[in-house]
């Protein structure tokens, strides 16, 4: 059983709430493992064809819970605490064959806004905030803020960020190019469930595989992308899916993707 989050499938869409919203879901070591393993039921689930990760309450996390870090045995660095918890959650993200929606209701700061950052599509409510608050306590961005943020809307930008601990609005961050879309919030989460259903009715391995492709282009040569898309496109080719899609296509009908 879960004590910090709530985890559920329902119609092919796993939902994972962070549930501590007395402290803005603030991250404590129980949160982040109990995400790891959620992500990790997630991803060997076969019903599961889409996951999506929001906060209860104001908030979508407000980072890590000082508190908690402060009480980590006298054994254990900082290092090894990223290492054990928030390094390895956002490579799973960022590495699981699904496609992941990160629905951000509320402020996303510190290594918060990371696990924002490292959805596929980052959905925000207009009472969405962005905070790399790292700076605020004279520590850099980590669980892979300077990895992701610069990508997603380039260094001068994410600099700026980083070195001011400056709080980025939903509106501009729509601009900056950081978030899919901005959606009220008294619609944000109908507007989540849509994308949601829209994504787990796709070809779930397509997704997957495009996935793979995307992020290894992202730190490879133009011809290692072209190879890497030959190798996967025999493997998408062979599925299911795909032949469901060429067949739907012949003869002019929507196609039923199944995932397979």
């Given at each position: 059983m879960f004590e910090t989050i709530h985890y559920q499938v329902t119609s092919a869409i796993a939902t994972i709430v962070l549930n501590r919203p007395e402290k803005l879901?603030?991250?404590?070591?129980?949160?982040?493992?109990?995400?790891?393993?959620?992500?990790?039921?997630?991803?060997?689930?076969?019903?599961?064809r889409v996951i999506v990760l929001t906060g209860a309450g104001r908030g979508f996390s407000a980072g890590q819970d000082l508190e908690d870090?402060?009480?980590?045995?006298?054994?254990?660095?900082?290092?090894?605490?990223l290492r054990r918890g928030y390094n390895?959650?956002?490579?799973?993200?960022?590495?699981?064959?699904?496609?992941?929606?990160?629905?951000?209701?509320?402020?996303?700061?510190?290594?918060?806004?990371?696990?924002a950052l490292a959805g596929d599509f980052r959905l925000a409510s207009d009472r969405a905030s962005f905070i790399q608050a790292f700076i605020r306590i004279g520590l850099i961005p980590d669980s892979g803020s300077?990895?992701?943020l610069p990508r997603l809307i380039g260094p001068t930008r994410a600099?700026?960020?980083?070195?001011?601990?400056?709080?980025?609005?939903?509106?501009?961050?729509?601009?900056?190019?950081?978030?899919?879309?901005?959606?009220?919030?008294?619609?944000?989460?109908?507007?989540?469930?849509?994308?949601?259903?829209?994504?787990?009715?796709?070809?779930?391995?397509?997704l997957g595989l495009t996935k793979r492709?995307?992020?290894?282009?992202?730190?490879?040569t133009l011809a290692e992308a072209?190879?890497?898309?030959?190798?996967?496109?025999?493997?998408?080719?062979?599925?299911?899916?795909?032949?469901?899609?060429?067949q739907a296509f012949l003869e002019k009908r929507a196609p039923v993707f199944t995932g397979r």
């Open positions: 879901n603030a991250l404590n070591e129980r949160m982040t493992h109990e995400m790891l393993e959620a992500f990790n039921q997630a991803a060997q689930d076969e019903r599961v870090l402060q009480h980590r045995s006298d054994d254990v660095s900082i290092g090894d605490h390895a959650l956002v490579l799973l993200m960022r590495t699981i064959e699904k496609p992941v929606i990160t629905a951000i209701n509320g402020v996303a700061a510190g290594a918060g806004m990371s696990i300077t990895w992701l600099l700026e960020l980083m070195t001011t601990g400056d709080r980025l609005s939903a509106a501009d961050a729509l601009a900056w190019g950081l978030v899919n879309r901005v959606i009220p919030a008294e619609e944000f989460e109908a507007t989540v469930a849509a994308w949601a259903r829209r994504l787990a009715e796709a070809p779930t391995r397509a492709a995307f992020n290894q282009a992202l730190t490879s072209l190879e890497v898309e030959a190798v996967l496109q025999d493997v998408a080719g062979a599925t299911a899916d795909s032949r469901e899609g060429v």
